[in-house]
């Protein structure tokens, strides 16, 4: 990466540290364009220069946030020595790092409040949920392949599994810490032998 590109990428970064602070702060709908250029000093068009627009700057910071979550995930995994602890486990960390997170909150509004959403926008919102359960089938095909699980159709149970995170993720977005945790201990336990070999 030579000098330019390297600048390029700093000031790309700089916009997305700032953004992801207001986003946080104010909310998506609440922050403009022109907060992020106020608290940036960079002008409009090199923030579109960046990023085409202000959905697809917060699309970013959702793709950056995912990799993080990932890569804290792998860096833990091998500790787990049976899927249904990796799934345990995995719920524990979903409710730890993202309960009550303010960038969940601005996260929850962008995808309930984007009705002129682009086919761009819907793409890439497509493609987020997408690879989040690609990783779900993975982690249930481990728990079929070891023989943990009955024989199901990993897709619809990817799914399933997603559908039940998310919808814990909203019932519980303003429960106390110690109080969410059972709650996610007991959805894991009812999924679980639902799909438990017998």
């Given at each position: 990466?030579?000098?330019?590109?390297?600048?390029?990428?700093?000031?790309?970064r700089r916009i997305a540290e700032a953004a992801k602070a207001l986003f946080m702060q104010k909310g998506y709908k609440s922050t403009?364009?022109?907060?992020?250029?106020?608290?940036?000093?960079?002008?409009?068009?090199?923030?579109?220069?960046?990023?085409?627009?202000?959905?697809?700057?917060?699309?970013?910071?959702?793709?950056?946030?995912?990799?993080?979550?990932?890569?804290?995930?792998?860096?833990?995994?091998?500790?787990?020595?049976?899927?249904?602890?990796?799934?345990?486990?995995?719920?524990?960390?979903?409710?730890?790092?993202?309960?009550?997170?303010?960038?969940?909150?601005?996260?929850?509004?962008?995808?309930?409040?984007?009705?002129?959403?682009?086919?761009?926008?819907?793409?890439?919102?497509?493609?987020?949920?997408?690879?989040?359960?690609?990783?779900?089938?993975?982690?249930?095909?481990?728990?079929?392949?070891?023989?943990?699980?009955?024989?199901?159709?990993?897709?619809?149970?990817?799914?399933?599994?997603?559908?039940?995170?998310?919808?814990?993720?909203?019932?519980?977005?303003?429960?106390?810490?110690?109080?969410?945790?059972?709650?996610?201990?007991?959805?894991?336990?009812?999924?679980?032998?639902?799909?438990?070999?017998?």
């Amino acid at each position: 990466m030579n000098k330019k590109q390297q600048q390029s990428e700093d000031t790309k970064r700089r916009i997305a540290e700032a953004a992801k602070a207001l986003f946080m702060q104010k909310g998506y709908k609440s922050t403009s364009i022109e907060d992020i250029v106020d608290a940036t000093g960079s002008s409009k068009g090199n923030i579109y220069y960046h990023f085409k627009s202000k959905e697809g700057l917060f699309l970013h910071l959702i793709e950056e946030w995912d990799l993080e979550w990932f890569q804290k995930w792998m860096s833990r995994e091998e500790q787990y020595t049976t899927t249904m602890d990796k799934l345990f486990r995995m719920a524990e960390q979903l409710v730890k790092d993202d309960l009550n997170h303010p960038f969940t909150k601005a996260l929850d509004e962008f995808i309930t409040n984007n009705e002129a959403a682009t086919e761009d926008v819907e793409q890439k919102i497509s493609d987020i949920f997408n690879k989040r359960l690609e990783f779900n089938q993975q982690l249930l095909l481990q728990g079929i392949e070891s023989g943990e699980f009955e024989k199901h159709n990993v897709e619809h149970l990817s799914i399933i599994f997603e559908s039940l995170l998310a919808g814990l993720c909203q019932l519980t977005r303003i429960t106390k810490l110690s109080d969410a945790l059972p709650v996610y201990h007991s959805a894991m336990h009812v999924f679980l032998h639902g799909i438990a070999k017998k």
